[in-house]
C-alpha cells in the first residue's frame, strides 16, 4: 500500500459502528470531515463533532445508508463481519473508499488503511505495519512523537524563510540556506520557546550561509 494525503474537507465519512474503533475513527475524520456514525449503542465515545444516528442496520440496509449519506469513505467498525463484508461491498459499488476496521489481510483493491498518526501541524507523520501489527505501529509512534516536537513551528520558519528568499536569491542558494536552517541542531533546541530565539538563530544562519553580515 502507498501512503497518501487525503484532504476531507467538505466530505462526509460515515462510520458503521459506535464500539471503540468507530469512535477513533469518528474523532480522526472529525478534524475535517463531516461525519455520522450510525450504530444502536454508543459505547466508544468521544465522537469529536460527530452526527451519531441510533440505528442497527441489516446487511441489506447498508446500501441505502451509503446512498442517502453520499459520503467520499465508509468505515466498517461493526463486531458483524457480515455486515462489515455488506457495507464494504456497497461502498464499493457506490463508488467511495473504504476503510475496514476488521480486516487486514485481503484487502480488495481500492481500500484504505488507517495508520498510526503523529501531528505537530502542519507536520503529520504516519506508520503502517501492512496491517501486520498495529502494535508495532502504536510503539513507533510513541516514539516518533519525541522526535517530531517542534517540528510544526520549524516548518512555519523555513516556510516563511522560502517565501522571503524568493525574490531575492537563485533557487540553489535559497535551497542551500532553508536546508542549513531545517538541519541546525541550535534551531531545533530553541523551538517551542516562544521567545523570538528561533527567528535569530534563523537569521544568523541564512546570513552566514548567503556570505551576508547579519
Ligand atoms: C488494518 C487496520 C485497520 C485499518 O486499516 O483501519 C487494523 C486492524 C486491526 N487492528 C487490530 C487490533 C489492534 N489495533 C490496535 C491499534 C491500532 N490499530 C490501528 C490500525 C489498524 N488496525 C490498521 C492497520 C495499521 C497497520 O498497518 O499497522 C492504529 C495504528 C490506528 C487506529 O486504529 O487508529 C491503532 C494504533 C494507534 C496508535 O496508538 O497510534 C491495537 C493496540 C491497542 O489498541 O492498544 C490492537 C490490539 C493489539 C493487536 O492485536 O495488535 C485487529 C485485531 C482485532 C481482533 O483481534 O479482533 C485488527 C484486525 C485484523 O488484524 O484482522
Ligand atoms: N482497527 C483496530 O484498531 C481494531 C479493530 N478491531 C476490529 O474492529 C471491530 C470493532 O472493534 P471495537 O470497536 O473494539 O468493537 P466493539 O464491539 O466495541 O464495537 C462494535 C460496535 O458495533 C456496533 N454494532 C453492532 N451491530 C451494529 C449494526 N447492525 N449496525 C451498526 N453498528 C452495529 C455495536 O453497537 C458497537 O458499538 C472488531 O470487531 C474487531 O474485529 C478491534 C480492535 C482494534
Not at 475535517?32 to 449503542?41: I, K, L, Q, Y
Request: hydrophobic share 40%.
Amino acid at each position: 500500500m502507498i501512503p497518501l494525503l487525503h484532504d476531507f474537507s467538505g466530505r462526509r465519512v460515515l462510520v458503521f459502528g459506535g464500539g471503540r474503533v468507530g469512535a477513533r475513527r469518528a474523532r480522526t475524520f472529525a478534524r475535517e470531515a463531516d461525519v455520522v456514525v450510525v450504530s444502536p449503542a454508543f459505547e466508544g465515545g468521544p465522537y469529536g463533532d460527530a452526527s451519531l444516528v441510533r440505528a442497527a442496520p441489516r446487511p441489506v440496509d447498508a446500501d441505502a445508508w451509503v446512498e442517502r449519506v453520499a459520503p467520499a469513505l465508509v468505515v466498517a467498525a461493526t463486531d458483524d463481519p457480515d455486515l462489515n463484508d455488506a457495507v464494504a461491498r456497497a461502498a464499493r459499488e457506490r463508488g467511495c473508499l473504504v476503510n475496514r476496521a476488521d480486516r487486514s489481510g485481503d484487502r480488495e483493491a481500492g481500500d484504505v488503511a488507517v495508520p498510526a498518526t503523529v501531528r505537530d501541524d502542519p507536520v503529520v507523520v504516519a506508520v503502517s505495519s501492512g496491517g501486520r501489527s498495529p502494535a508495532v505501529s502504536r510503539v513507533l509512534r510513541r516514539r516518533i512523537e519525541r522526535e517530531v516536537e517542534g517540528a510544526g513551528e520549524l516548518a512555519r520558519l523555513t516556510g516563511d524563510l522560502r517565501e522571503r528568499l524568493r525574490e531575492e536569491q537563485p533557487p540553489e542558494r535559497r535551497r542551500a540556506a532553508v536546508r542549513a536552517v531545517a538541519e541546525s541542531d541550535r534551531v531545533w533546541k530553541t523551538l517551542g520557546s516562544g521567545t523570538g530565539k528561533a527567528e535569530q538563530i534563523v537569521d544568523e544562519i541564512v546570513s552566514a550561509q548567503l556570505g551576508e553580515s547579519p
